[in-house]
């Protein structure tokens, strides 16, 4: 142990030393150049970046780059990337990562089998980023559906039709990504397109499952003539009782989440507090 600690001390001195003057050469940097301020650097790594999605486009299949757009609409295009954007992020992730491993590489015995994970895991990185966009955007819009349902019910019921009872739960309804495909489809109303239309593209845009079934429900009644209110009424009731079913089932799900943490944490350490110290008297002779 003091062997392997008198081999690490040199390089964690050694990459102090490194920092220290690297920091040191950058505040030199700028204050020679101002084109090396941190405004400067960020657009020179943007325009970086521009350069590298154009290359992208063209290089890059057709399929990847339509499969990478899907994705970033279901994440609600964040930072308004777009599929050759996402591309050129995830090779610079990939080739800092490359970096920071061969530097470790020569620091510390990891083999080359650093050089291929950590590019591969820095490739990852934006694409962790972007599914956990999109998991806690479809979770935001599942959560506030049933309650703009209830107020578009009402809106309906009070004498609205479907474009102002819309206009009405964006106004009055709670502030999230599904506000923002509503706005999104009121818009399309307003300039043309069908309810029908304007209501799948909104499916289309969020990507969620009870969203999907609520727009088929109201196609379905458009078809057949059914009003409107009454079609409204049925659904709000029975989202509520799916939000109801929905609880429930994470109620049940809690006791076994807890179980592997408390088998693997909690468990060990009260039988260490509890028996450690009879252990010790018991195996090593010890006395309190």
Do not use: H
């Not at 015995?109 to 990852?124: R, W």
């Not at 994470?250 to 592997?260: D, I, Y």
Request: net charge positive; proline share 6%.
């Amino acid at each position: 142990m003091s062997d392997l600690g008198g081999r690490m001390l040199p390089v964690a001195c050694g990459l102090l030393c490194a920092a220290a003057t690297a920091l040191a050469a950058a505040q030199a940097l700028r204050a020679q150049w101002p084109a090396l301020q941190p405004r400067r650097l960020g657009a020179l790594g943007s325009e970086a970046l521009a350069r590298v999605a154009a290359r992208n486009e063209r290089v890059v299949p057709a399929g990847v780059l339509r499969r990478l757009d899907r994705w970033l609409r279901l994440a609600g295009r964040p930072l308004d990337l777009t599929a050759p954007r996402l591309l050129a992020a995830m090779e610079a992730c990939a080739l800092l990562s490359a970096a920071a491993g061969a530097a470790l590489s020569l620091c510390l015995p990891l083999g080359t089998t650093a050089l291929i994970l950590f590019p591969l895991l820095g490739a990852a990185c934006p694409l962790l980023w972007l599914r956990d966009r999109i998991r806690t955007r479809t979770q935001s819009i599942v959560r506030s559906l049933p309650w703009a349902v209830d107020l578009l019910t009402l809106s309906v019921e009070a004498g609205l039709d479907f474009t102002a009872a819309l206009a009405k739960v964006v106004e009055k309804g709670r502030r999230g990504p599904l506000a923002d495909e509503l706005s999104v489809a009121i818009k399309e109303l307003r300039l043309g397109k069908t309810r029908e239309e304007a209501l799948r593209n909104l499916a289309r845009r969020a990507g969620v499952g009870a969203l999907s079934s609520f727009v088929q429900a109201l196609a379905q009644a458009d078809r057949m003539g059914t009003p409107l209110g009454k079609v409204l009424r049925i659904l709000s009731t029975q989202m509520r009782v799916e939000r109801t079913q929905r609880a429930e089932k994470l109620a049940n799900e809690a006791p076994v989440k807890l179980l592997l943490p408390l088998i693997l944490f909690i468990f060990p350490t009260l039988f260490l507090v509890l028996f450690g110290p009879i252990g010790y008297q018991v195996f090593l002779g010890g006395s309190f």
